[in-house]
């Protein structure tokens, strides 16, 4: 039984969660999503999991691409989708599911986890993430509820995704900055580059505030939403978050 785990993370909580899950699991390969035109050839796996982040009212765009881009050999493989959020996690399940629909593929379970400050430490998060291993294991079928609220704020996506490449233009870097190059190596989008020794945003962004969130220096601010709260996940170390992106 081979199972993979296909993660995008930012401010650390889709890896929190990738790697909690992971250890309830059988040995599954981590493996981060970012940005690239190639197509992905999954052959001979059971089990696929997305951990993914809601921004900007949705699913990221390079992780609908990355999904776009997926070639699965095993068609009964189990397919599920791990959904971070804030607490306004709209209809972000539905956008991976329809997604998988267009390449002939079902959606088996969709989980969505709610995170608070320092929650990813708490009894509830170890009986929460116990209890989708669980499922997961057993691969059940699992579908959201949406609501009208859901749909309304994920019909706005659309043109939010039309602006949040250009939204890097707000970020700024003050005099911190030492140029050690950790935003271009934690970037999943690849929308950085150090030029002078100073970050360069390339216009391709996707606001997962992993450069601003992850900056030693704390040398990069901004007007844009990605720069409003300075919040990594605490239990996720800068070393973790910049293994699995670098090993892939």
Same mark, same amino acid.
Request: a positive charge; charged letters at 25%; aromatic letters at 6%.
């Given at each position: 039984?081979?199972?993979?785990?296909?993660?995008?993370?930012?401010?650390?909580?889709?890896?929190?969660?990738?790697?909690?899950?992971? &250890?309830?699991?059988?040995?599954?390969?981590?493996?981060?999503? &970012?940005?690239?035109? %190639?197509?992905?050839?999954?052959?001979?796996?059971?089990?696929?999991?997305?951990?993914?982040?809601v921004i900007d009212l949705g699913i990221p765009a390079c992780v609908l691409s990355f999904i776009d881009r997926l070639q699965i050999d095993n068609r009964n493989a189990y397919l599920y989708a791990v959904i971070t959020n804030g607490g306004m996690p709209?209809?972000?399940?539905?956008?991976?599911? &329809?997604?998988?629909?267009?390449?002939?593929?079902?959606?088996?379970?969709?989980?969505?986890?709610?995170?608070?400050?320092?929650?990813?430490?708490?009894?509830?998060?170890?009986?929460?993430?116990?209890?989708?291993? %669980?499922?997961?294991?057993?691969?059940?079928?699992?579908?959201?509820?949406?609501?009208?609220?859901?749909?309304?704020?994920?019909?706005?996506?659309?043109?939010?995704?039309?602006?949040?490449?250009?939204?890097?233009?707000?970020?700024?870097?003050?005099?911190?900055?030492?140029?050690?190059g950790t935003c271009e190596k934690i970037c999943p989008a690849g929308n950085i580059r150090i030029v002078d020794g100073k970050p360069v945003w390339l216009h391709s962004c996707e606001q997962c505030a992993a450069c601003f969130s992850w900056c030693p220096?704390?040398?990069?601010?901004?007007?844009?939403?990605?720069?409003?709260?300075?919040?990594?996940?605490?239990?996720?170390?800068?070393?973790?978050?910049?293994?699995?992106?670098?090993?892939?």
């Open positions: 039984m081979k199972n993979k785990i296909y993660y995008f993370s930012g401010r650390g909580n889709s890896l929190k969660t990738a790697l909690d899950i992971s &250890k309830r699991l059988a040995s599954p390969e981590l493996i981060p999503i &970012k940005r690239t035109s %190639e197509s992905v050839s999954v052959e001979n796996a059971d089990s696929i999991g997305f951990f993914t982040p709209c209809a972000s399940a539905e956008q991976i599911r &329809k997604q998988l629909k267009k390449k002939g593929l079902e959606l088996s379970a969709e989980f969505l986890l709610t995170f608070g400050i320092n929650w990813s430490d708490s009894e509830e998060w170890q009986t929460k993430t116990e209890q989708i291993s %669980e499922l997961i294991r057993n691969r059940q079928m699992k579908r959201t509820v949406l609501t009208m609220r859901d749909r309304l704020l994920t019909s706005a996506n659309p043109l939010a995704k039309l602006l949040i490449p250009s939204e890097d233009k707000k970020f700024t870097v003050n005099k911190n900055c030492t140029g050690c220096s704390a040398a990069i601010t901004g007007t844009n939403l990605a720069a409003r709260t300075r919040y990594r996940n605490s239990e996720v170390t800068l070393n973790q978050m910049l293994a699995h992106t670098e090993k892939h």
